[in-house]
């Protein structure tokens, strides 16, 4: 069993900058692909950012690109996703989630665990 905790939202003026942070505890951090998802308000939930379980390959939505970076510190079991430029329709909860699999993939479905998610406001 994996337990991911985020933190690091809150509310940030439109052009600012948050550092999402996900902690996982239970197995070794590096034993899976990482990734970012987010549900706006009336809407359904979809992918941000991955990583792979070295860090060598990231996949960003294209909303986010050139915006949000993804990192990992496998030493530390934290996954981070920094935003940078962010925009009204940021605003969403933001949920950190583990994969058992080798490949980086953007499909919701083929991620084993989840955090709690934190929310992110963008006031325009």
């Known amino acids: 069993q994996v337990q991911l905790v985020e933190s690091g939202g809150g509310l940030v003026q439109a052009g600012g900058s948050l550092r999402l942070s996900c902690a996982a505890s239970?197995?070794?951090?590096?034993?899976?692909?990482m990734g970012w998802f987010r549900q706006a308000p009336g809407k359904e939930r979809e992918f941000v950012a991955a990583?792979?379980?070295?860090?060598?390959?990231?996949v960003y939505a294209d909303s986010v690109k050139g915006r949000f970076s993804i990192s990992r510190d496998n030493a530390k079991n934290t996954v981070h996703l920094q935003m940078n430029s962010l925009k009204f329709e940021d605003t969403a909860v933001y949920y950190c989630?583990?994969?058992?699999?080798?490949?980086?993939?953007?499909?919701?479905?083929?991620?084993?665990?989840w955090g709690q998610g934190v929310r992110v406001t963008v006031s325009s």
């Open positions: 989630a583990a994969r058992l699999g080798v490949t980086v993939s953007q499909d919701q479905q083929l991620y084993d665990y």
């Open positions: 239970g197995r070794p951090d590096s034993t899976y692909v």
């Open positions: 990583i792979s379980r070295f860090g060598g390959t990231t």
